[in-house]
Structure formats: structure tokens, C-alpha cells
């Protein structure tokens, strides 16, 4: 009965609140219809909020599974952890003031400033300057998602390693002081590098370049893993990383041919390079690891799928099929020889290779952007070397130059300011002992606990506990 | 010939099996364990629940030596895993009848 009554109130609710809806809906079709201001595509915008789910799916299970996988069993919640809270700090981030400050008003060619904060001024009237045709919140909430993975991504650099308070810190602070501006640079009108000219269609320099780069500081400044050259480190669960590589791919889609901010054929020209690409750097990954280790592995596949798509990225809008096979070949080879005896030359431990993959995938992809770029696919574009413009390859070179100091000098900075504050690296014990136990008190895989159990008080208890509170675990 | 069966830290085992390694014994059987001795257990809490886990994950070395050898290993063992702290392991020895290879039927020490 209680139930009927709440439905009924509810029904009552709705009713009241939709009919002024309808009608400020109507009042709002006429102005536009008058101005003939920027009209919304119900098309583009249901696709652009469908790539924003999409571009979700790739962290959220995409990345904390591909990740997950590729950590040994005590570590792997605490690697799924720092996907998760990506996800959960930086979407509140960006509402607060992130979104203002990459995509605001601009300062100085710089940042954007404060006017967006809050979401403030940012409703559903299109803003002509990024997406004439979905509602600005449908922009905004795409562009949350990349800002969402790209500190994600760089996790997989210091994963079985960093503390969780200190990742936190982190988290924040490189988000606004590196993320923001530089996507402020390149997407942001008024943004230095898009005055410029540079080339950038779904974030190369953006997400996988700064990320990469960033990645390859912090596993520097936090040193290795205890035990990394004598212990065998290597992946719990590959089910888990293909799992995960497949949901990036998936996802992708809505990365890249999301960019396109609507429903046309430069999403469909997106979407297609983007395929044909991750393929080709899957198939050259898993050649070359043949040739040069004597197996084809499966995840040299799920690592190359990746390369490809994080090489694509940048050209993604702008080169045609062809190029973008060879874009996707270059990325495998490139990449596999990064992480396999480039990081074992200057022995830096990339815990899961976000340098190898996103670092090195991302300078490619920028690079090759300014190689393979034509106007046929994108008119706003630009011509790139090998059809007749060989400064947009110096162009893109400034935005890869530029991206990578930004990344390796800010990172650097961040990291010894947090680690003043709050020790960024777990000590031997509580890595030697898992990152699950020692920062979540969890264990992923409790096997050996639900026996355990069995033995009730068998051992002393455990601190602040009494030993009469061991209880089965359903 | 003697069994020398020693529980360790898991994070010992490299260095156990190198020093042992030094002492030309290449067989030994390692098993992942679970037990309690004096070292205390952990909590672990789910959705707000407290366990207190008594039983840690521990390693189990068993290996068959000669009996010359067996003092000797035992130190290369403790000078590898002790850790001076609450937790580092045991060891226990045996004495073993014989040994017989499977394959050439070899026995006594010429089998390990």
C-alpha cells in the first residue's frame, strides 16, 4: 500500500514538473527556429553521449582489468583501485573546476579560467566554439571521460608500488596542473598549440603522450620494485588483460570516432582507421615478438591491439585507410621494442608499460599524424608531409616536444611536493607482504582464507581484534 | 641421507633457493602453505566486517641431502631467510631410508 501511495505521488510529481518542461521546450524550439542559433541533432547528440558510456568502459572495467591482469595476485585490487578512484575523484574534479579550466574562456592562451566553475554556464544550449550541435553538458561529460583515463593510465607505471594516500594526492594535483592545461593548449580555444595548428584528433598528446611521459617520472622517482630483476614479476591472470584489451578496443570507438562530436562520416572515417590500425599494430606486435622470441603470445596480441589504438589516436580524424594500416604496423614494432629492450637497457621498471605503450604509441601517433594527415578526410585539418606540407610535421614535433617537458618536468615536481607530505613508496615489507593486504585489507582471491576460517582461533588474533571473531566468510 | 623441510617468508624463496644452489642442490619440492606460529594474523575487513585471518601465507621447501651436507645447509638457510623478526620460519629434519630415481631405478644418494 505504502509503495502504491509513494508511486502515486511520484506519477503526481512527474506530471507537475514535465508540463513546464514541455512548454519551456517549445518557448526554447521557437527561439532557435528565430535566431537561427545553433540547433541540437538529437543524432549527434545521442551519439556523442554514447561514445562519452563508451570512453567509461574503457577504465571502468576496460583499464582495471588489463592492468589487473598484468599484476601479480597480491596487488591486484590495489591496481584495480587506482582505476577506480580516476574515475571517482576526477569526475568530481572536473565538474568542480577541471572542465572550467581546460575548456573555460581562455587566459592567455594558457588555461581557461574560473567562468565554468561548478558547471556554471554549462547547460544544454550547444557551444558553438567545441560542438554546435549536442548540449554543452554532452560535451562536457565526453570530455570527463578522457580526463577520467589519462591519470588512470599513467597507474600502470607505479602500480604494485605507490601508496594509496599518495596516489590520491597525485591524482588531484596532476590533474590540475597538467592534465587541464594541456588540454586546455590543444583542444581549448584560444589554447597556444591549436593556434598553432597542431594536429590532435582524440588526444595523442593529450591523454597518451603526457600520460606516458609522466609515467616513465614516476617510476623513476619511486625506484623499482623491491625484488624487480631477481623475483619473477610477471602477469596472474592474461584472461583478465585480453578481457580488458577487448574492452578498450571496444571502447575506443567512442574515443575516436566520438571525437568527430557527431553523427557523420568523419566519425565513420574515424571509426575505421581506428580498427584498421589496432589490428595491424596486434598482427606486427605478435610478428616481431615471433620472430624475436619464438612464440606468438597472446599478450603481445592484447599489448599490439593497444599500441595500435593509442598510435591511431592523434590521426584518427584526419588520414585514410591505408596510412592508417601503416600507422598500426610502425606501432607494434615500435612499442614491442620499447618494452622489451629498450626497458631492459636503461632498466627503468614501467611496472605494466604505460611508458612502452602510451608513451612511445603516443609520440608515433602525433608524429605520424603530421606524416599521414589530408584534407580529403577532414577539411578542418590539414595537410601532412606526404601530401605536400611538411611543416605540419614541425608542428606536431613542437606539440610532442612541448607535451613531453611539460609532463616530465610537472610530474617530477608533483611527486617530490607530495612526497614531503606523504611517502609515495610502500615499503619492502608491505610489498613483499601485497599492496591488497597492506593498503585496502583485502585479498582478491580468498581461497585460502574460507579454510582458514575453519580453523577458528587457531593462531594468536589478530591486532585489535579478539580471536572469538573469526567468522566464515559466505 | 636427511629431509630438511623449512617454512619461510614467501618472499624469502629467491634467496633460499640461491644459497642452497651454491651448495650443488639443484631438487626440492616448494609448496605453497598456509599455517601460525608466533607471529600474529591480520584483519581483513569486508563491507564492514572484521576477520582477523590467523593463518599466513607461508613457503614450504622439502629437500633430501646428503647427511655431510646438512649442516651446512641449514645455515646457508638461515643466513638467507632470517629476518630477526617474528615470522621468519622453521626448520625441521629427517632421517630418510633410501631414495630411488624413478627413471634408472638408482638408489640411496646417487638417486638425489
Known sequence: MKNRLLQNIFMAV????TIPALARAEDAAETIAEAAAPAIDTGDTSFVLISAALVMLMTLPGLALFYGGLSRKKNVLSTIMYSFFA???????????????????????????????????????????YSATVPHQAFMVFQMMFAVITPALISGAFAERMRFPAYLAFLILWATFIYDPVAHWVWGVGGWLRNLGALDFAGGTVVHIISGVSGLVACIVLGRRKGYGSLPMIP??????VVGAALLWFGWFGFNAGSALGAN????????????????????????????????????????????????????GFVEPMPAVLIGLVAGVVCYLAV??????????????????HGIGGTWGALATGLFATKTVNPLGNDGLFYG??????IQLIAVVSSWAVALVGTFVILKVINVFCKLRASDEEQEAGMDITQHGEDAYTDFVLSASLFGGGGTPASKTSASQVKPVM | MTKIECVLRPGKLEDVKEAINNYGIHGMTVTQVIGCGLQKGRTEVYRGTEYSINLLPKIKIEMVVPDKDVDEIIKAIIDSARTGEIGDGKIFTYKVDNAIRIRTGEKGEEAI
Open chain 1, 389 to 394: 606540407n611538411p611543416g605540419q610535421l614541425a
Open chain 1, 236 to 241: 596472474h591472470n592474461l584472461p583478465f588483460t
Open chain 1, 14 to 17: 512527474a506530471c507537475l514538473l
Open chain 1, 340 to 357: 622489451s629492450v629498450v626497458k631492459a637497457r636503461f632498466r627503468y621498471d614501467d611496472s605494466l608499460d604505460a611508458f612502452g605503450v
Open chain 1, 265 to 316: 562520416s568523419l566519425a565513420a572515417s574515424a571509426f575505421v582507421v581506428t580498427h584498421l590500425a589496432t589490428a595491424a599494430a596486434a598482427l606486427s606486435w605478435v610478428v616481431t615478438e615471433w620472430a624475436h622470441h619464438g612464440k606468438p603470445t597472446t599478450l603481445g596480441a592484447a599489448s599490439g591491439a593497444v599500441a595500435g589504438l593509442v598510435a591511431i589516436t592523434p590521426a584518427s
Open chain 1, 87 to 129: 574515475m571517482i575523484v576526477i569526475s568530481i574534479q572536473w565538474s568542480l573546476y577541471g572542465y572550467s579550466l581546460s575548456f573555460g574562456p581562455d587566459v592567455n592562451h594558457i588555461i581557461g579560467s574560473l567562468d565554468w566553475v561548478g558547471l556554471k554556464n554549462v547547460g544544454f544550449e550547444p557551444n558553438p566554439d
